[in-house]
């Protein structure tokens, strides 16, 4: 029996707007197969549709946006020794995004709660990511053993926003300490480009359909009314995440002379695998030196095949998502036992 209703995405075209509705709210819509293939597959038909004019993304849940990609559907697969299905879910995932980035049309995402991973992935792409005082958005996968992908390690060196200016310190401080951005945070950083309170955001969807994303900013942006507590660590955050290798950030981190400044990146890698911090500093150093972001992809995908059959992948899933425990025992145990020239060969091969 298929009930139209049960369909994870809703997808459909009201007055000349493609509409994307999430509607997976028991797993915080977090994207599976079938979702990533229903994005890729109106993406394709809306590009060359004259009838559409733009797109919009939204959650119909107020449990948030998007969690990110279904990573125990991808623990699953790497635990019954079919890792096969996981590298091809993450390849056509990866591939959406990078269509997704080369999009011609406004695509415009509505982030009215949580954003995280491949989230981002589905918004940060697009022309415009409207957020309310309820959105955040991170990158928390060292907790999970996995690596910063989706394309945010192109996207975010590049991103200038409230910033004034494009910050790769920034973006690596970003995806290895999985720092929770608050709506100002994202206004700043680039994440978002607009302000909407939560009450107005029906309002602003239908405004986008009837009549342009223009005319409905107009009438319903705001300015975000809190500051952004990490552009208080931009001088820190330049002076320390600049380095090559994930040992050397650390070292900037200790002797860098701002305890409260340590004190705050050690709290944030605390629950975070070695293997994981070290392979996600060599991923951002490639990723700075891509000309598209299709060839960022491609290292995250080779990347990722092989930190998903590495053993931290299914014991991060596992402490974080499964018995929500937090409680990882990492293997190798530190971040000088890890062997950065594994990683380094992958994403430069
Ligand atoms: C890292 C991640 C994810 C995560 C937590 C991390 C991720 C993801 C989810 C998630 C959260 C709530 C759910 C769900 C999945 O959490 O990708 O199904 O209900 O999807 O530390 O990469």
Redo the contacts with the bound molecule.
């Keep these: 029996m298929t009930d139209f209703s049960e369909k994870l995405i809703i997808s459909r075209v009201e007055n000349g707007t493609g509409v994307l509705e999430l509607n997976r709210p028991r ?2 819509n ?1 994207l599976n197969p079938e979702m990533i293939d229903v994005i890729d597959e109106c993406l394709r038909a809306w590009a060359d549709d004259d009838a559409v004019s733009q797109v919009i993304v939204y959650s119909n849940s107020p449990k948030g946006f998007c ?6 559907y991808a623990r699953d697969a790497v635990q019954s020794g079919t890792p096969e299905l996981a590298d091809k879910f993450f390849a056509d995932e990866y591939k959406m995004n990078g269509d997704l980035h080369h999009f011609s049309k406004p695509y415009i995402a509505l982030i009215d709660g949580v954003a ?3 989230g981002l992935g589905i918004s940060v792409h697009g022309s415009h990511r409207v957020v309310s005082e309820k959105a955040f958005a991170a990158m ?2 060292m ?2 053993a ?1 690596i910063p992908d989706v394309g945010v390690p192109f996207m975010l060196q590049r991103m200038v926003g409230g910033k004034g200016y494009a910050s790769p310190a920034l973006a690596l401080f970003l995806v290895t300490t999985g720092w929770r951005l608050s709506p100002a945070d994202m206004l700043w950083s680039g994440v978002a480009t607009d302000f909407v309170s939560s009450e107005n955001m029906e309002s602003l969807r239908q405004a986008i359909i009837e009549k342009g994303i223009d005319a409905a900013l107009s009438d319903y942006a705001t300015e975000v009314a809190e500051e952004s507590e990490l552009a208080k660590w931009i001088d820190d955050i330049e002076a320390t995440f600049v380095h090559g290798s994930w040992p050397q950030v650390l070292d900037a981190v200790k002797n860098h002379g701002n305890e409260s400044f340590a004190n705050m990146v050690y709290e944030h890698i605390a629950a975070s695998s070695p293997s994981a911090l070290v392979a996600a500093t060599e991923l951002m150093a490639v990723a700075a030196e891509c000309s598209d972001i299709r060839e960022e992809l491609e290292c995250e995908r080779k990347l990722g095949e092989v930190i998903r059959i590495e053993p931290d992948f299914v014991e991060g899933v596992r402490a ?2 499964v018995d929500k425990a937090r409680d990882a025992s990492w293997n190798p145990p530190t971040v000088e036992s890890v062997d950065p020239k594994k990683y380094r060969a992958i994403v430069r091969g």
């Design positions: 797993a915080l977090s969690a990110g990609g279904d990573v125990r995280m991973g491949g928390p996968e907790a999970i996995y974080v998502l």
